[in-house]
């Protein structure tokens, strides 16, 4: 898709060159709005004011919504104010919020001017909402039905306002504001007759979510249950909007990105890489790595109170990286699983002693074929291949044990500390890869030496 993208890039500069409109309309209506969106990513922004008024009315709005955030500032800036005011028209309310959040305040001050009032009224009321919440996220532009409407009557409802909505697959029953039921547009297609009134094929069984619930949770949700769009109520239960599952989606993308850099040692950044500056991931790298770069002093210091020890036997600390890293591996395959189990609601704190049952298991088969292999390797290797001196039968047995201990605390530590920082309220992925992995190596220290203390006679 990338390489397909160039080419029409390519393509369109040229006839840009020439001046061939004609043409380049051509090729874009038959383009979908997020490729046209991607090809202008690549195009300079004097030139896309020009690219854009060539599309039609509809496909131009639906190519901006796709647009970055960069590239619809620089079009807005090049656009006439009637020429905003027609893309106005055509978006749909959660996407001009998207957009309103997103540019700078002088911007945001034209779109709001060139809006309707009624849009320009439902995006203030969105925005007053929780940042991440689903009254943050839903729209406003659902079909609503009463349950003593007909179905020919309700067919009808849906010809005349079903063009403004954003979804019309489901339609809401609605009886003084408060939601009592739903009925599909399939159910009132094969309703046995036109004259059947609404509330006697409405499904009154309803999933709702409150203005007020995470986002996160929303996306969850619709997946649970299978949903096309999920109703949002306030708290007396009226209706107040829908989320659709394209921003369930993009929620979705969005917690899993920002998982995925916390768990890698970032802050989370709203910028894909490529638009990052080097300062900009600079600025969201460096906190994690200065704290990390600090607490990894508990691990020098525990080395530096047992450098006695290790001079009198230099050969144990050939051993240390091997430790080190297969505990903290071994804590990172606990603490994504967790995560990942959090994230997905199948665990519960109430779950931590199950968890932990189930990890020490797993920790004791990890841990004793580990420690096979770990013996064989420093007798096989270390002792006679390489001849490293101070290698006997005993050191290679300390090393054993010290693998297998360490697998079994870097196994505990990996799935408690996610469940503790959940419980605590805090975002279960900050406990992952790296800070987890400063934990264990001071842990496979202090056992690595309290063993070796205990079985070698050189130590003592």
């Not at 945001?108 to 009032?117: H, K």
């Not at 020919?152 to 009886?175: N, S």
């Not at 369930?248 to 890698?264: F, L, N, S």
Request: include cysteine; charge should be negative; proline fraction near 4%.
């Amino acid at each position: 898709m990338a390489e397909h993208s160039v080419t029409v890039e390519n393509t369109l500069q040229a006839l840009l060159s020439d001046k061939k409109y004609s043409t380049i309309r051509d090729i874009l209506i038959t383009m979908n709005p997020a490729d046209i969106a991607a090809v202008f990513s690549g195009v300079e922004p004097e030139k896309l004011p020009l690219l854009f008024r060539l599309l039609p009315k509809e496909l131009a709005a639906e190519s901006f919504v796709e647009m970055e955030s960069e590239e619809q500032e620089a079009l807005i800036k090049g656009i006439s104010d009637s020429e905003l005011r027609q893309v106005m028209d055509e978006l749909y309310v959660d996407d001009a919020v998207d957009i309103v959040e997103e540019m700078p305040a002088n911007v945001v001050q034209r779109i709001l001017a060139q809006s309707d009032p009624q849009m320009r009224k439902e995006i203030n009321e969105i925005l007053q909402y929780p940042e991440n919440s689903a009254g943050s996220v839903m729209t406003t532009e659902y079909v609503k039905l009463s349950p003593n409407m007909t179905v020919g009557d309700a067919i009808l409802r849906i010809r005349r306002t079903g063009v403004d909505k954003e979804t019309i697959y489901t339609c809401y029953v609605l009886e003084n504001r408060i939601l009592v039921g739903t009925v599909s547009v399939k159910s009132l297609l094969l309703a046995p007759s036109d004259l059947q009134t609404i509330d006697s094929i409405m499904e009154s069984n309803i999933i709702t979510v409150t203005t007020h619930t995470d986002q996160e949770e929303v996306a969850q949700t619709m997946s649970k249950y299978n949903l096309l769009a999920i109703p949002v109520v306030d708290g007396d239960n009226r209706m107040v909007g829908i989320v659709t599952f394209d921003d369930a989606m993009d929620v979705m993308e969005d917690e899993v990105t920002e998982d995925m850099e916390i768990m890698a040692g970032m802050t989370p950044s709203d910028k894909t890489y490529l638009r990052s500056t080097p300062f900009d991931l600079f600025k969201h790298r460096i906190p994690w790595l200065s704290l990390l770069m600090i607490s990894a002093t508990f691990t020098g210091l525990i080395i530096s109170n047992f450098e006695e020890k290790l001079a009198a036997l230099v050969c144990l600390t050939a051993f240390i990286p091997m430790l080190m890293d297969t505990g903290g591996n071994s804590g990172s395959q606990s603490s994504v699983t967790v995560i990942r189990a959090l994230s997905l609601n199948e665990l519960e704190f109430v779950d931590l002693p199950k968890v932990l049952w189930k990890e020490i298991r797993t920790a004791l088969m990890c841990g004793a074929v580990l420690a096979v292999l770990c013996f064989g390797k420093v007798m096989l290797i270390d002792n006679l291949v390489l001849g490293t001196e101070g290698v006997t039968a005993t050191v290679a047995l300390v090393i054993a044990l010290t693998m297998a201990v360490t697998v079994m605390c870097a196994k505990i530590v990996g799935c408690t500390l996610p469940m503790l920082a959940k419980k605590l309220g805090f975002d279960p992925a900050v406990m992952a890869s790296p800070f987890i992995t400063t934990i264990v190596d001071a842990l496979s220290l202090l056992v690595y030496f309290g063993i070796a203390t205990a079985l070698l006679p050189q130590l003592h």
